[in-house]
Nanobody, 129 residues
Framework: QVQLVESGGGAVQAGGSLRLSCTVSGYTFSRIFMGWFRQAPEKEREAVAAGYTFGRGVNDVVYADSVKGRFTISWNNAKSTLYLQMSSLLPEDTAMYYC???????????????????WGQGTQVTVSS
């Protein structure tokens, strides 16, 4: 059974940085599409970043326009951990952040949360102005 566990959230001031981690267990795929989503109160879940994870890292990376140039997704195969490095944080980045994985997801549909089969429990990020 695939399990995803996020960590690294917290409270920071605008302009600060955080690195989120998502440790994966229970899957045997050599290559799987993984992504980060976020959901703010009373808003729909929003795709943030995603890509194919494999032995050497992550490729076919895609980012939401709102985070391009500020967020970076990466993968450490030895640790089975997906990261989201977030810099120049803005108050509008405040949300619960979720890690997700999907065997059937492909890049054109990366933002479709319904295509992901496995989700973590989320980690809260709060950015104050």
């Amino acid at each position: 059974q695939v399990q995803l566990v996020e960590s690294g959230g917290g409270a920071v001031q605008a302009g600060g940085s955080l690195r989120l981690s998502c440790t994966v267990s229970g899957y045997t795929f050599s290559r799987i599409f993984m992504g980060w989503f976020r959901q703010a109160p009373e808003k729909e879940r929003e795709a943030v970043a995603a890509g194919y994870t494999f032995g050497r890292g992550v490729n076919d990376v895609v980012y939401a326009d709102s985070v391009k140039g500020r967020f970076t997704i990466s993968w450490n195969n030895a640790k089975s951990t997906l990261y989201l490095q977030m810099s120049s944080l803005l108050p509008e980045d405040t949300a619960m952040y979720y890690c997700a994985a999907g065997e059937q997801v492909s890049r054109p549909f990366w933002a479709d949360a319904g295509r992901y089969d496995h989700w973590g429990q989320g980690t809260q990020v709060t950015v104050s102005s």
